[in-house]
Every structure is written in C-alpha cells, then in structure tokens.
C-alpha cells in the first residue's frame, strides 16, 4: 500500500555507527509499530506508539530509539548499531481494533 | 502474557488439497486474532481476522476458527493454489493494539 512508506529499503552500516530507518504514513493512523524480522524469530515488537508523543517499549526496545512528534512520522534510530541489530525491520500502523498495514521494510546489515 | 504458537512449521499440500494451520495462544484477555500472509521478500498482509465473540469467519477460500475454551485458532484454505505458498503468521492482540506473532508457518503448495 502506498499510504506507508519505510526509507531506507537497504542499509549496510559499521558497527558503533547511529541509524535511523523512517516510516510515513500517509492515513492518519493513531497507531504506529516498529517490528524486527528474523529467522527462527518471527515478528518481535521492538517500540510503538498509541499517538503523537507517546511512544511505549515492546518486546525487544533495547538499543533502540523513537520518537513521534508528527502522526505520520515514526523514526527510528539504533544508537550504536551492534550486529545482533542485523535484521529485517516493518514499520505498520492502524487504526486501533483492527489488524493493521506494514510497510515494504528495510533491511539493515551492521558490519 | 504474550504467546504465541504455530504448528506445523512446515506444511507441503498438493494443488487442490486444504491446508490448517493451527495456533494456540496462552492470553486469555485477547479478543482479536489476525491472519497474515507474507510471500518471499515481501510485507506480510493481513487476509483474515476475527474476534472472540465469533466463532468461525470466511472469505472465499480462507476461514479462520476460533475457540476460546481451548485457547487456539485456524485457518483453513480450501482449493490451494500454487499462490497460496507463502508463510502464514497469526496474532494475538494483547492490549493496546499490540500484536504478538507467531513465528509463521511455511506453506507450500505442489502444482
């Protein structure tokens, strides 16, 4: 769907360097999720955020950081990128209730 | 709590057969459950949900089951095609529009 896009598509970044992925939608969705893919791993929820200026952990947020000052915009930033942050990463969001829309990912190699 | 799942891991079925996937769940809270597809390389997509005050849904080949008192859930495609290989994930919603995935089933349909 267009109305969510993630930049970059790729990323190879050195270990200790900091990273941001960007995510857009373009809905007004309240919600807004970051989700790591790996192998064996399925879907894991590293942080997400219930509107503008709220943002809470999921699962996994260590190493990770978000922010939400605009509804369509939902960065986020690994601090000093480790290559156990090797991974796919989704960016989705929605309306609450209701199962929501992913985006077209990034995947990010750390070396 | 947030857990999660699937069996089998890996399900072959011959082009015209049907195939179940079945996920248990441990959050006796949830009331929502998504389906997702995700073919290789791409976003997953939600197909199918449903809600805990119903107990079966359909959508032309697809349906999803679900039975609270057991604490588990279906889905069920009937008539596969060689596009339904993908790997199927399901969810739960553990509050907050938050989703717990399970780690995805593989499915491949044999022409």
């Known amino acids: 769907d267009a109305g969510i896009t993630q930049s970059p598509r790729y990323k190879i970044t050195e270990t200790g360097r900091q990273v941001t992925l960007m995510c857009h939608q373009t809905?007004?969705?309240?919600?807004m999720f970051w989700y790591r893919q790996d192998l064996g791993h399925g879907l894991r929820l590293i942080y997400y955020s219930a509107a503008a200026d709220i943002t809470d952990k999921g699962e996994v947020p260590d190493g990770y950081v978000v922010s939400r000052s605009k509804t369509e915009n939902f960065p986020l930033t690994l601090e000093s990128a480790t290559r156990s942050q090797t991974s796919v990463y989704f960016c989705?969001?929605?309306?609450?209730?209701?199962?929501?829309?992913f985006g077209s990912g990034t995947r990010l190699t750390v070396v | 709590g947030e857990n999660v799942e699937q069996h089998p891991s890996t399900l072959s079925v011959q082009e015209g057969d049907s195939a179940v996937i079945k996920c248990t769940y441990s959050d006796s809270a949830s009331n929502y459950f998504p389906w997702y597809k995700q073919e290789l390389g791409k976003r997953p997509q939600l197909i199918i949900d449903?809600?805990?005050?119903?107990g079966e849904k359909k959508d032309q080949r697809i349906a999803v089951t679900l039975n609270k008192t057991a604490k588990h859930f279906s889905l069920h495609i009937t008539e596969t095609q060689p596009e339904d290989s993908a790997v199927y994930f399901c969810?739960?919603?553990?509050?907050?529009?938050?989703?717990?995935f399970g780690k995805g089933n593989q499915v491949v349909v044999i022409p």
């Open positions: 989705a969001s929605g309306t609450g209730g209701i199962g929501y829309t």
């Open positions: 449903i809600r805990s005050n119903v």
């Open positions: 969810a739960e919603d553990y509050g907050n529009n938050r989703l717990a």
């Open positions: 809905w007004s969705h309240s919600y």
